[in-house]
């Protein structure tokens, strides 16, 4: 049986960016256009998670918007801000 995972995926000039978090296990995973980019095992997942969504009342286990945070934050970080444009969320 396939354990659940959150996820969340981000459309950029690039390709696509997703990240998805996986409820048993507390694992991230942010994946650029199907290749494994990052991969996280609690506590440092939870501390991703809490740096970006710190307002959120998240626990252990992110909704969607904390993981869409943590997935922005990603794509700012690694390949600059004009690489996330608000209008493709439209």
């Known amino acids: 049986m396939k354990a659940k995972a959150i996820t969340v995926s981000i459309d950029t ?17 942010i994946f650029e256009r199907g290749m494994l980019r990052v991969e996280l095992f609690p506590p440092h997942s939870w501390f991703t998670v809490a740096s970006v969504a710190g307002n959120s009342r998240w626990g252990t286990r992110p909704r969607e918007g ?7 934050n990603f794509i700012q970080q690694h390949f600059g801000i004009s690489a996330l444009q608000r209008e ?3």
């Open 88 to 90: 493709s969320f439209i």
């Open 66 to 72: 904390d993981l869409r945070l943590v997935l922005e």
């Open 13 to 29: 000039p690039g390709g696509v960016v997703c990240a998805e978090f996986h409820i048993d296990t507390g694992r991230l995973r």
